[in-house]
């Protein structure tokens, strides 16, 4: 499929998303927001479950970039710096606008019935745990920086997930915030650990 029809595509999807959500946003109705016949959208996707399983790979795709992109530019930064780039890349405006936003709620309801989109799910869990826990694991004990990172991961996903479901819509600066004074906490308090004699921790 031509890219430039398979953006317009995954546009109209987010967008109908964003007017009536998952269960009213038709093939009928994506297709006239892209301006093309519904016979199209069953041809190349085979519906909508898989037009939206298409659109999250593409929200997947941007999340995962917002990350390395903040990364690539730190070098060879602290595992302090690589953790704050991971933070910031999944509060990117690529995945908090609410179009973005409202598609990530939908997609995370319907995996946990759609066996496809539940492997999509999974493959993002661990890309987050394993990318924070790489860096927990540069300052810490194995078990502590597994620990660490699924901390980590839970307190990104709640605040976007507050957020988002919040009426004014998700306060970006606020959530990261909230999570680099969770993560100095994580830093600290292992510090503290280190201080002392291990037979006294």
């Not at 009213?24 to 037009?51: E, Q």
């Not at 394993?130 to 300052?139: D, E, I, P, T, V």
Request: glycine share 8%; hydrophobic share 40%.
């Amino acid at each position: 499929m031509e890219p430039i029809r398979r953006h317009q595509l995954i546009q109209a999807t987010m967008k109908a998303i964003d007017e009536v959500g998952l269960a009213d946003a038709t093939v009928m109705r994506i297709a006239r927001h892209a301006g093309v016949s519904a016979g199209i959208i069953s041809h190349y996707f085979g519906g909508k479950d898989g037009l939206l399983e298409a659109t999250m790979r593409q929200i997947l795709s941007d999340l995962g970039e917002a990350v390395a992109a903040r990364r690539r530019a730190l070098g060879s930064g602290s595992p302090r710096e690589h953790l704050q780039a991971i933070i910031d890349g999944n509060f990117d405006r690529s995945q908090v606008s609410g179009p973005a936003a409202k598609t990530w709620l939908a997609f995370w309801s319907s995996s946990m019935h759609k066996p496809q989109l539940q492997r999509l799910q999974q493959v993002n869990d661990r890309r987050l745990y394993s990318n924070l826990c790489s860096q927990f694991h540069r300052l810490m004990p194995r078990e502590k920086a597994r620990d660490a990172a699924r901390g980590l991961a839970a307190m990104i996903d709640g605040l976007w997930l507050r957020g988002t479901l919040t009426p004014e819509g998700l306060d970006t600066e606020r959530a990261r915030r909230l999570a680099q004074a969770y993560l100095d906490q994580l830093l600290a308090a292992h510090d503290t650990t280190q201080a002392f004699p291990e037979e006294f921790v």
